[in-house]
């Protein structure tokens, strides 16, 4: 599926809003269609490097949509639900997350090196790169 995303290629350069292709929902992910996100000042530590995280990286963690396709192994959420997406991905079932404390979430931190909760490969890649 194509989108647009924002994407930090390199530190200090702006953001780059491009098509990227999305791939299909794997085993624990959904695919959620957006209807609002935005870069917030998280995003800018990106930027800065204040916060290393792996680039590139796509921004806007923050934002809410309506769930279109769930993958195998999703029995919490299905089409037509609707979420939020926050800063720090919870996975829901480390220790930190089974005793309310999902802001520090085992899984959750790997993604701000890029690295995707589920399996461990990025879902999106650039459609194109100028």
Known sequence: ???EAAILWEAGRPWSVEE???DDPQRGEVRARLASSGLCHSDDHAVKQDILVGLPIVGG???AGVV???GPGVSRLEPGDHVALVFMPACGHCRWCSGGHSVLCDYG???MAGIPIADGKPARTPAARA
């Open 1 to 3: 599926m194509k989108t």
């Open 68 to 70: 279109d396709e769930v």
């Open 61 to 63: 963690h923050e934002g």
């Open 20 to 22: 990227v292709e999305l």
């Open 109 to 111: 931190a790997l993604t």
